[in-house]
């Protein structure tokens, strides 16, 4: 499934310099030498990418891109799209052309379709996690710098709601800034109405459920916040804080529940009742999906 914010959709003609980079890093001035060496520049193949785990895939079109862009001549054929879960053995894409370039870009396509896939693998365990609960999985900003966009589709692949995408499209009033501003109260009002103005939705960052109230205590609907961020709270805490919003006249804030969440504890955290909850560990620890690219002469 493509990302819910425009902002997060990368095209072509933005990821091929990533990818035109890490190429350069892998050739460096003297190219491919081992390739070069072995195999003669006339000699063609064909080529299977495969999933040698089960997972979820994510970034298929950015690894075949590797490849295409050492040969543009050459021929691919996808047996899967990103977002789709595969089982261990499976065919992913199939490729002919000229050998040299497919040898060459193996390494970089693989990173990157690795690294993506194991991403949406991992959104995808949150995802099955809460299965029954009615709440979703928010990504996080713990992203690998430069990569934001791309991790953030992958997340989505597998079925994560992506949150902002950077500091200028959500007003996240956090832990620190509330200690910067002199409390919750005086931190959302300095920052609603001009987040109104600007059509952001505002979220704080609560500790406990004195902080709650405080986020709570706007005289209308309009002076609260849209989301409420419940920070490493128990499973008592959390259970008390829905309650609390959901005694509110509408509209109520939405509740995401963040801090220490694992698989284990996240179908827990959202029979709650909370909305969201968010887990960094979909990108900043997600184990690459297990692939390989298995190469004959044609």
């Known amino acids: 499934m493509p990302p819910d914010d425009p902002d997060l959709v990368m095209y072509p003609f933005q990821y091929r310099p990533l990818i035109e980079a890490a190429l350069h890093e892998d050739l460096g001035a003297a190219g491919?030498?081992?390739?070069?060496?072995?195999?003669?520049?006339?000699?063609?193949?064909?080529?299977?990418?495969?999933?040698r785990q089960g997972g979820t895939i994510a970034g298929l079109e950015m690894a075949l891109e590797a490849f295409r862009i050492l040969d543009p001549a050459l021929g691919t054929t996808t047996g899967v799209a990103d977002g789709d879960r595969v089982d261990a053995d499976t065919v992913l894409a199939t490729l002919s052309g000229r050998a040299r370039p497919i040898l060459t870009a193996e390494r970089t396509a693989l990173n990157f379709l690795g690294h993506l896939s194991g991403i949406a693998t991992a959104a995808r365990r949150f995802v099955d996690s809460l299965e029954g609960t009615g709440c979703r999985v928010l990504d996080t900003r713990k992203t690998t710098p430069g990569w934001r966009t791309l991790e953030k589709q992958a997340a989505a692949s597998g079925g994560a709601v992506n949150h902002r995408a950077g500091l200028y499209d959500m007003v996240l009033i956090k832990e620190n800034h509330i200690r910067a501003a002199g409390g919750v109260t005086e931190a959302l009002a300095a920052a609603i109405a001009p987040a109104r103005r600007a059509g952001l939705e505002v979220e704080i960052e609560v500790t406990d459920l004195a902080e709650l109230d405080q986020a709570l205590a706007g005289d209308a609907a309009d002076a609260r916040p849209d989301r409420?961020?419940?920070?490493?709270?128990?499973?008592?805490?959390?259970?008390?804080?829905?309650?609390?919003?959901?005694?509110?006249?509408?509209?109520?804030?939405?509740?995401?529940?963040?801090?220490?969440?694992?698989?284990?504890?996240?179908?827990?955290?959202?029979?709650?009742?909370?909305d969201?909850?968010?887990?960094?560990a979909i990108t900043h620890s997600a184990p690459a999906l297990d692939l390989s690219l298995q190469v004959r002469q044609a």
Request: no cysteine; proline share 6%; glycine share 6%.
């Open 32 to 51: 491919d030498v081992t390739t070069e060496a072995v195999i003669p520049a006339s000699a063609m193949a064909d080529a299977r990418l495969i999933a």
């Open 228 to 274: 409420i961020l419940l920070d490493n709270m128990s499973i008592d805490q959390l259970e008390h804080a829905v309650a609390r919003v959901r005694a509110l006249a509408p509209p109520r804030p939405l509740l995401e529940a963040s801090g220490g969440v694992t698989l284990e504890t996240a179908h827990q955290i959202g029979a709650t009742g909370v």
């Open 276 to 280: 969201f909850l968010s887990a960094g």
